[in-house]
């Protein structure tokens, strides 16, 4: 029997539009749903509250690089972000996979993962601005910077789903579940 492939999900945008807030809600919500599974990524930064990843120092996050361990790495914000490479075993296993991922990788996600789908995050600048500050990660002007980003990054070809997460969580996280049940829906053939 050929396993059906599996599909990958980056979840894009702007910093301070609730990737992380939206994932978690889903995991929680779709961890008893078979064929789901939610990636966590290495960053070069410290453990913090609300971003659940594996820390790692900018040498030791180079040598992976450099050995072709990430299934998908970038540079974004001065920190370097890394997809493991078990993403690549859960797709081959028919698994939709979904990442917090970067909307200024999506050409190379494109080439390395024809079953790329593109969930984009969005909120007003002002909601945006609000939550980067109320995490405390960035100064004013790194706010500033990541607000001028945001503006500057356009993926309307790329995007499959377009979530507005200026409401609730829960608003916010039941359409993200809706997308990847649409998603996990609309696998591509088996081979």
Not at 21 to 37: K, M, N, P, V, Y
Not at 113 to 122: G, S
Not at 131 to 159: K, P
């Amino acid at each position: 029997m050929i396993l059906p492939r599996g599909q990958l999900v980056l979840v894009v945008g702007p910093s301070g539009a609730g990737k992380d807030t939206l994932i978690d809600h889903a995991r929680g919500r779709l961890q008893s749903e078979l064929g789901f599974r939610f990636v966590r990524r290495v960053i070069t930064r410290p453990a913090s509250v609300g971003e659940d990843h594996q820390p790692a120092d900018a040498e030791m996050f180079e040598q992976l690089a450099a050995n072709n361990v990430f299934a998908l790495h970038w540079h974004a914000h001065g920190f370097s972000y890394g997809l493991p490479p078990i993403i690549n075993e859960w797709m081959a296993k028919g698994c939709t996979v979904i990442a917090n991922g970067s909307r200024a990788v999506l050409q190379e996600a494109r080439s390395r993962f024809p079953n790329l789908h593109v969930v984009n995050i969005t909120a007003p600048p002002e909601i945006i601005a609000a939550r980067l500050q109320a995490r405390g990660r960035e100064s004013g002007t790194m706010i500033s910077d990541r607000l001028a980003r945001a503006e500057s990054v356009d993926i309307a070809e790329s995007a499959t789903h377009e979530i507005d997460n200026s409401g609730s969580l829960e608003a916010g996280g039941e359409a993200l579940i809706r997308a990847l049940l649409a998603i996990r829906g609309a696998r591509a053939p088996t081979t």
